[in-house]
């Protein structure tokens, strides 16, 4: 009896390397039926990755590295999607869960910075970034910078707080700067 299965198994195994062959001297064509065929399957392949996210959810938790790493780019190659999705209701309520977290970490932490030590500080800095040395403006407006950042166990404290300008604050993100302010900042951060 003939069995076609076995057929096409042992046909693909006695044409291995044609097809190897065939597949790197067609890319541009292959590459073309492959992008066509995504844009025409769109749907199916949604519901096929939404359905194996569903069966395999451990999969992330064992690869936290490269879906960080991944995710950092995406945002880096589309800022206006990012844009786009905190105004829809779906990312506002994502946004105020972070606000959310972020509030209840606060609340675990020592919190005695005053308003009036918060000026003091500001004017230790002479209003200016305790990073790029900037002076602050009506456009360019200072931020609290943790030193120690909030997710890294630091606290609100006038030990722990410097005046920065908005870039340096978001390029500072959750590192922790060993000296609190020096020319060679590169140089100064410590990546946890």
């Known amino acids: 009896m003939f069995d076609k299965k076995e057929y096409n198994k042992q046909w693909r195994q006695d044409h291995l ?11 541009k064509e292959r590459a073309k039926y492959q992008k066509q065929w995504r844009i025409d399957h769109k749907k199916e392949i949604t519901e096929y990755i939404k359905q194996w996210r569903k069966d395999h959810p ?6 936290p590295e490269y879906f960080k790493k991944y995710s950092k780019q995406y945002r880096l190659d589309h800022p206006e999607y990012y844009k786009q999705y905190r105004k829809t209701p779906e990312g506002k309520a994502t946004s ?11 609340g675990n ?3 005695t910075l005053t308003s009036q ?3 003091d500080i500001l004017k230790e800095y002479k ?10 403006t009506l456009f360019d407006r200072e931020t609290k910078d943790h030193v120690i950042p909030i997710s ?14 908005r870039s340096c604050n978001s390029k500072k ?12 900042i590169e140089e100064d951060f410590i990546k946890c």
């Open 17 to 27: 390397e044609y097809a190897k062959q065939w597949r790197l001297g067609n890319k």
């Open 58 to 63: 451990e999969y992330k938790k064992q690869h």
């Open 96 to 106: 105020q869960r972070g606000n959310t977290k972020r509030r209840v970490r606060e």
């Open 109 to 111: 932490i020592i919190n």
């Open 117 to 119: 030590e918060w000026i």
């Open 127 to 136: 209003f200016k970034c305790a990073y790029c040395g900037k002076e602050f």
């Open 152 to 165: 890294k166990g630091g606290d609100n404290t006038k030990e722990n707080v410097v005046p920065a300008c």
């Open 173 to 184: 993100g959750t590192k922790i700067y060993k000296k609190k302010l020096y020319p060679n």
